[in-house]
């Protein structure tokens, strides 16, 4: 079993709708939660980052952490054309030893189109 | 800014040849990573440095790879032999400290005959 689970898709709505997209993990260690957005033949960038549980809000997206749960969602509002990408939600373990915020472990990613 | 930069962008060679990736992190950033992404696997991060040494290279997957970071702007990631199961998209990804966002190159694409 992978530490992360995510469904890939693909999944196509049409312009306007709201996105939910979600992720499921194992290890009880990430404290750390992220969502990178990645074009086609480009490398990820960061959308949202989260500590621990609760919601985050930035514009038309929303990054919500239910660690009893062991799940992350994040919903995108109004989707646009442009936001047609895969997204991959990507955690951490924060600890001792020198483990880094940047040891990221990945979701398979979730291929999104929205069109008009 | 010009952010991490990559070089080359696409790599074609033939099993058994020598393959170098370079990198050029984000002037500043003390942290460097080295990921691999396949459509079987996903990212997978392969080795990071922190103020050019490395600290954690469990991620990679046989003594054929080996990484290098001679400075703080500089660092490589080399094969060799090269396989044809290296064929994937290798990036390179700096930080500016240990709690920073990670900020991603556009990758290598590797593919090996």
Same mark, same amino acid.
């Given at each position: 079993q992978k530490e992360v689970e995510q469904d890939p898709g693909p999944l196509s709505v049409p312009e306007g709708a709201i996105v939910s997209l979600n992720c499921t993990y !194992?290890?009880?260690?990430?404290?750390y939660f992220m969502w990178y957005r990645q074009y086609s033949r480009k490398g990820p960038e960061l959308l949202m980052y989260t500590y621990s549980s609760g919601n985050k809000e930035d514009g038309r997206f929303t990054a919500q952490v239910d660690k009893s749960s062991k799940y992350i969602s994040l919903f995108i509002r109004d989707?646009?054309? !442009?936001?047609s990408a895969t997204y991959l939600c990507a955690m951490s373990a924060s600890g001792a030893?020198?483990?880094?915020?940047?040891?990221l472990t990945f979701g398979q990613g979730t291929i999104l189109t929205v069109h008009p | 800014d010009a952010g991490v930069i990559q070089s080359p962008r696409h790599e074609v060679t033939e099993m058994g040849q020598e393959v170098t990736l370079r990198c050029k992190p984000i002037s500043g950033h003390d942290y460097l990573f080295w990921y691999r992404q396949t459509m079987m696997r996903g990212l997978e991060l392969l080795i990071y440095f922190n103020n050019n040494v490395?600290?954690?290279?469990?991620?990679?997957?046989?003594?054929?790879f080996s990484a290098k970071m001679p400075n703080a702007s500089f660092s490589t990631l080399k094969i060799?032999?090269?396989?044809?199961?290296?064929s994937a998209v290798y990036f390179c990804a700096s930080s500016f400290r240990r709690d920073s966002p990670l900020h991603f190159g556009n990758g290598t694409r590797l593919t090996v005959t």
């Open positions: !194992s290890n009880s260690a990430f404290q989707s646009q054309p !442009s936001d030893g020198g483990t880094s915020y940047g040891k | 490395p600290i954690d290279d469990s991620g990679m997957p046989e003594d054929r060799q032999p090269s396989e044809p199961r290296d």
